[in-house]
């Protein structure tokens, strides 16, 4: 079983900075994808930021592309999401998630795990 496990999250004004982190455990080599997501209530799973483990390149979200930037640590087991110029539209429930890439980038049930969240929200 894999384990995720998302802190970080905060209360901020606009244009403030926040950096998530999501701590994973188990076995993760049946999985080959990490990504952010983000849902508002009412609303699906928006995709935010997303690494291949075989590609360098990372992909974002058009919303948050220049702004966000996801990386990880190996070492540590850890994934973050750095994000920077933060907007009252950014204000939302942040989730990691592992899965399986499956020819798309953002399709949530590509991905079997998940963590239980982390909230940011943002003030004008």
């Known amino acids: 079983q894999v384990q995720l496990v998302e802190s970080g999250g905060d209360s901020v004004q606009a244009g403030g900075s926040l950096r998530l982190s999501c701590a994973t455990s188990g076995d993760t080599r049946s999985t080959n994808l990490i990504a952010w997501f983000r849902q508002v209530p009412g609303k699906e799973h928006e995709g935010v930021a997303t690494?291949?483990?075989?590609?360098?390149?990372?992909y974002y979200a058009d919303s948050v592309r220049g702004r966000f930037t996801i990386s990880q640590d190996n070492a540590k087991n850890t994934v973050y999401l750095q994000m920077n110029s933060l907007k009252p539209e950014d204000t939302a429930m942040y989730y990691c998630?592992?899965?399986?890439?499956?020819?798309?980038?953002?399709?949530?049930?590509?991905?079997?795990?998940w963590g239980q969240g982390t909230q940011v929200t943002v003030s004008s």
């Open positions: 998630a592992r899965g399986v890439w499956q020819g798309w980038v953002f399709r949530p049930m590509d991905y079997k795990y």
């Open positions: 690494i291949y483990t075989r590609s360098i390149d990372p």
